[in-house]
């Protein structure tokens, strides 16, 4: 069962901006590692970005560097993904992630620390990018 709650999907068009939300009622985000992981159809699950609990820089991915930006508001319980410049290419299922697990934020590109490190998980927000 799911215990984080993505929302913000949709259709857009290229170039055009979403912006994702990723929350909990059922625990503390600011004490996880937060990351964004997308999958497009037939293909594989990618680890797009990522913001540690504490000190240490947000990670992203070269896929999307540059035009997407992870932040996380504590008083919310929720951590965004703000996506800018969005191409066909981003179209894709995209989740959110925790873990309490000390682990370098550039660790989620390993699909291993996807699949043992990061325990919760939510039940995915479509995006689909299409003129």
């Known amino acids: 069962q799911a215990r984080l709650v993505e929302s913000g999907g949709g259709l857009v068009e290229p170039g055009g901006s979403l912006r994702l939300s990723c929350a909990t009622s059922?625990?503390?985000?600011?004490?996880?590692?937060v990351g964004w992981f997308r999958q497009a159809p037939g293909g594989e699950r990618e680890g797009i970005s990522c913001i540690p609990s504490s000190t240490g820089n947000t990670f992203y991915a070269d896929s999307v560097k540059g035009r997407f930006t992870t932040s996380r508001d504590n008083a919310k319980n929720t951590v965004y993904l703000q996506m800018n410049g969005l191409k066909p290419e981003d179209t894709a299922v995209y989740y959110c992630a925790s873990t309490e697990v000390v682990v370098p934020c550039s660790q989620i590109t390993d699909a291993l620390t996807q699949t043992i490190i990061f325990g919760n998980w939510g039940q995915g927000t479509q995006v689909t990018v299409s003129s």
């Open positions: 059922e625990f503390t985000l600011a004490k996880s590692n």
